[in-house]
C-alpha cells in the first residue's frame, strides 16, 4: 500500500471512529443520565420536574451548546460549566411529558418558577410548557368557577 493510500485509510479510519463515538453518545448521553437533584413538584401537584446529568464519555467541547431560547444555531467547541437537562412529568401516574435540550445550568440555569398562571414553566431561562388541561390552576385566568 502507498503512503498517500495509508495516510487516507487511517484519515477515514479515523473519521469512522470518532463519528461513531459521537452518534453513540449522543443516545447515550440521556439513556445512562444520572439524576441530578431531588424532584421539584407543582403546587397544584400536577407536574413533577427531575434534574439530570447527561451521561458524557467524549470531553465536553465535543458536545454543542445550544442557545436557551433557541433562535440561535449552536456554540461549538466551548467548555460547559455544568450540563444538565429536564424532565417534565405527570406526577399524578408519572408519564413523562417533554424533556429540555441539554443546556449548562451554570450559565443558563436558575430559580424555579411555576409559571404564575401563564402556563408556562421557567428554570433560570429555559422554558418548559405546562399542557396539561384537566390540571385545573395551571391557567388560573382560564379557568371558569361555578358558582
Same mark, same amino acid.
Given at each position: 500500500? !502507498?503512503?498517500? +493510500?495509508?495516510?487516507i485509510a487511517?484519515? $477515514?479510519? =479515523?473519521?469512522t471512529?470518532?463519528?461513531?463515538?459521537?452518534?453513540a453518545?449522543?443516545?447515550?448521553?440521556?439513556?445512562?443520565?444520572t439524576? /441530578?437533584s431531588? +424532584?421539584s413538584?407543582?403546587?397544584n401537584?400536577?407536574? #413533577?420536574i *427531575?434534574?439530570?446529568?447527561p =451521561?458524557? $464519555?467524549?470531553? *465536553?467541547?465535543?458536545?454543542p451548546?445550544?442557545h436557551?431560547?433557541g /433562535?440561535?444555531?449552536? !456554540?461549538?467547541? $466551548?467548555?460547559?460549566? %455544568?450540563p444538565a437537562f429536564?424532565?417534565? =412529568? *405527570?406526577?399524578? %401516574?408519572g *408519564?413523562?411529558? +417533554?424533556?429540555?435540550?441539554i443546556? /449548562?445550568?451554570? +450559565?443558563d440555569g436558575?430559580?424555579?418558577?411555576w409559571? %404564575?398562571?401563564?402556563? %408556562?414553566v421557567? @428554570?433560570?431561562? @429555559?422554558?418548559?410548557?405546562?399542557?396539561?388541561? /384537566?390540571?385545573i390552576g395551571d391557567?388560573?385566568?382560564?379557568v #371558569? #368557577?361555578?358558582?
Amino acid at each position: 500500500m !502507498k503512503p498517500a +493510500s495509508r495516510r487516507i485509510a487511517f484519515f $477515514v479510519a =479515523y473519521i469512522t471512529i470518532a463519528g461513531g463515538l459521537w452518534t453513540a453518545s449522543n443516545w447515550w448521553e440521556r439513556g445512562w443520565a444520572t439524576k /441530578d437533584s431531588e +424532584s421539584s413538584i407543582s403546587p397544584n401537584g400536577c407536574y #413533577r420536574i *427531575d434534574s439530570f446529568k447527561p =451521561y458524557w $464519555v467524549l470531553p *465536553d467541547f465535543l458536545h454543542p451548546m445550544p442557545h436557551p431560547f433557541g /433562535d440561535l444555531p449552536p !456554540k461549538w467547541f $466551548v467548555w460547559w460549566g %455544568n450540563p444538565a437537562f429536564l424532565r417534565l =412529568y *405527570d406526577h399524578r %401516574n408519572g *408519564d413523562l411529558i +417533554s424533556e429540555t435540550e441539554i443546556y /449548562d445550568a451554570e +450559565s443558563d440555569g436558575g430559580q424555579l418558577h411555576w409559571g %404564575n398562571g401563564s402556563g %408556562n414553566v421557567w @428554570i433560570g431561562m @429555559i422554558r418548559m410548557e405546562l399542557n396539561l388541561p /384537566d390540571c385545573i390552576g395551571d391557567i388560573p385566568g382560564k379557568v #371558569r #368557577r361555578e358558582q
